[in-house]
């Protein structure tokens, strides 16, 4: 069982709606990271944060999606507008550090209808 | 894209044997690491990789930075060990700290 606790496992919605999901990451990890992986298996970084803060973000991120990771609260990524291309699997995985290796979440499992 | 790629896709062994899987890289990986993904899709960790080789059981890995590969031995197969496998490239000059996936090799042991 993964220390890294995603929730929901699966997630439906139609187009527009909002689309929720949380990570609480491994214990003693400061530094989270999101990664959308489609049904080709093709993998793409979302949005990290160390702590509070964003380290870094794409521009899809940035204007659809909102994300923290609250002190004392389970990260969130949230789609504001969901669309049919959002449909896929939500990674989140946590980090000691910058530049160690990841624990991964077992993953949201999103569908938009 | 391109810049991690991984062979074979697909590959189907008997129980018992061993094969390897590979990963080339077009970009200056630093680091490297292997994961497993179940049929629920959960992402379990088998190596973190600076240039070198590391064990663990019938698993081995190797990660050569200067010829831009990783290998990914696999000895005695067992039915446990289907699974699709994903390396990744962590490339902290380039891309900062994110990793950089291929797009994985599914494995198929029969008995």
């Known amino acids: 069982n993964s220390k890294v606790i995603q929730t929901p496992r699966y997630l439906v919605k139609g187009q527009g709606q909002k689309a929720k999901m949380r990570c609480i990451p491994e214990?003693?990890?400061?530094?989270v990271f999101w990664y959308q992986q489609n049904k080709n298996n093709e993998f793409k970084f979302l949005i990290n944060?160390?702590?509070?803060?964003?380290?870094?973000q794409i521009d899809m991120t940035e204007k659809r999606f909102s994300a923290e990771c609250p002190s004392n609260s389970p990260c969130s990524l949230e789609i504001q507008s969901s669309e049919a291309g959002d449909s896929a699997l939500y990674l989140c995985?946590?980090?000691?550090?910058?530049?160690?290796?990841?624990?991964f979440g077992s993953g949201t499992r999103l569908l938009v209808i | 894209g391109d810049k991690v790629k991984q062979s074979p896709s697909a590959l189907s062994l008997q129980e018992g044997t061993n094969s390897a899987l590979r990963c080339n890289f077009s970009?200056?990986?630093?680091?490297v690491q292997w994961f497993l993904q179940n049929p629920r899709g959960s992402l379990i960790n088998l190596f973190y990789?600076?240039?070198g080789t590391k064990e663990n059981g019938r698993l081995k890995s190797t990660f050569n930075s200067k010829e831009s590969y990783s290998t990914l031995h696999i000895r005695d197969a067992q039915l446990e060990d289907s699974g699709t496998y994903f390396c990744?490239?962590?490339?902290?000059?380039?891309?900062?700290?994110?990793?950089?996936f291929g797009t994985g090799t599914l494995l198929s042991v029969k008995p």
């Open positions: 995985a946590s980090s000691r550090q910058i530049n160690s290796d990841y624990t």
């Open positions: 214990k003693g990890h400061p530094v």
């Open positions: 944060f160390q702590n509070q803060e964003v380290l870094q």
């Open positions: 970009i200056a990986a630093t680091t």
């Open positions: 990789l600076v240039p």
């Open positions: 990744a490239a962590g490339d902290y000059g380039g891309s900062g700290n994110k990793l950089i």
